[in-house]
């Protein structure tokens, strides 16, 4: 670790259990995050800012006016350009240390197969099912863990899943019954929210990878920035999940 990494970083490095060895692993780590919008904003520059030594930023989308109201990634300068390129002049200008890999194709099953055998862990900041749950088979088959976030209105949720056999994936908790789902370009969402969630995801991302603290491994937590009331839930394998079950035979 060089000086100006020590000195970066030392707050961190002071945590008990963390350390330089924590900072270590932050460093050879290697994180794919899927979206940069609302949840994919804090995600990424908390995860720069504390040391991941590699961030794939995959998405398609171009920045827009009504991005802007949440997504802090992205500034009014940079209207029109790929979300990829206005994050990577962000974090760059947050981290040097942090190398971005950039993804501006759509991401089909068989690419995410690929890209969960380069990381060690997968971040889902996206706002569709379909996506969600095909970066949860890429993670199921890898054996790596996931990430999950969400938010809509006022209400958010994360969820952390191991990747090992035996333990409950995504689409055991939110099995896939066709249905489209919500979004927030029809339902909305408090700017703040999603802050708040992609805090926690990269928070989650931080502990997994360095192993510090207790991640929510099969855990659903939940979030009423109404009233700012916090639930915890256990969520169960499925043992009839097309994705996950099997156990040690997958």
Same mark, same amino acid.
């Given at each position: 670790?060089?000086?100006?990494?020590?000195?970066?970083?030392?707050?961190?490095?002071?945590?008990?259990?963390?350390?330089?060895?924590?900072?270590?692993?932050?460093?050879?780590?290697?994180?794919?995050?899927?979206?940069?919008?609302?949840?994919?904003?804090?995600?990424?520059?908390?995860?720069?800012?504390?040391?991941?030594?590699?961030?794939?930023?995959?998405?398609?989308?171009?920045?827009?006016?009504?991005?802007?109201?949440?997504?802090?990634?992205?500034?009014?300068?940079?209207?029109?350009?790929?979300?990829?390129?206005?994050?990577?002049? +962000?974090?760059? !200008?947050? =981290?040097?240390? #942090?190398? $971005?890999?950039? &993804?501006?194709?759509?991401?089909?099953?068989?690419?995410? /197969?690929?890209?969960?055998?380069?990381?060690?862990?997968?971040?889902?900041?996206?706002?569709?099912?379909? +996506?969600?749950? !095909?970066? =949860?088979?890429? #993670?199921? $088959?890898?054996? &790596?863990?996931?990430?999950?976030?969400?938010?809509?209105? /006022?209400?958010?949720?994360?969820?952390?899943?191991?990747?090992?056999?035996?333990?409950?994936?995504?689409?055991?908790?939110?099995?896939?019954?066709?249905?489209?789902?919500?979004?927030?370009?029809?339902?909305?969402?408090?700017?703040?929210?999603?802050?708040?969630?992609?805090?926690?995801?990269?928070?989650?991302?931080?502990?997994?990878?360095?192993?510090?603290?207790?991640?929510?491994?099969?855990?659903?937590?939940?979030?009423?920035?109404?009233?700012?009331?916090?639930?915890?839930?256990?969520?169960?394998?499925?043992?009839?999940?097309?994705?996950?079950?099997?156990?040690?035979?997958?």
């Amino acid at each position: 670790m060089t000086s100006d990494e020590a000195s970066r970083y030392s707050r961190q490095i002071l945590l008990p259990g963390f350390g330089e060895d924590g900072q270590e692993r932050l460093r050879e780590a290697s994180v794919l995050v899927v979206g940069l919008g609302g949840l994919g904003s804090p995600v990424t520059m908390y995860l720069a800012a504390a040391g991941v030594g590699r961030l794939l930023l995959a998405d398609v989308d171009a920045v827009d006016l009504s991005n802007l109201q949440r997504q802090i990634l992205h500034n009014s300068e940079r209207i029109g350009w790929t979300k990829v390129d206005s994050a990577i002049a +962000t974090l760059r !200008a947050l =981290n040097p240390h #942090c190398e $971005q890999v950039p &993804i501006k194709r759509s991401l089909s099953p068989s690419r995410l /197969a690929e890209l969960s055998t380069e990381v060690d862990l997968i971040i889902d900041a996206s706002d569709n099912f379909q +996506t969600r749950y !095909a970066i =949860n088979a890429a #993670c199921v $088959q890898a054996g &790596i863990p996931l990430v999950s976030g969400a938010a809509i209105r /006022a209400e958010g949720q994360v969820a952390v899943f191991s990747g090992r056999p035996g333990d409950p994936c995504y689409q055991c908790l939110y099995p896939d019954d066709g249905q489209a789902g919500e979004r927030c370009a029809r339902e909305g969402v408090l700017a703040p929210l999603v802050g708040i969630i992609g805090s926690i995801q990269a928070t989650e991302a931080i502990k997994v990878l360095t192993e510090y603290g207790e991640p929510l491994f099969s855990k659903l937590l939940l979030l009423d920035a109404q009233t700012m009331a916090i639930r915890t839930l256990t969520i169960p394998p499925d043992p009839s999940c097309p994705v996950c079950a099997g156990g040690d035979e997958r």
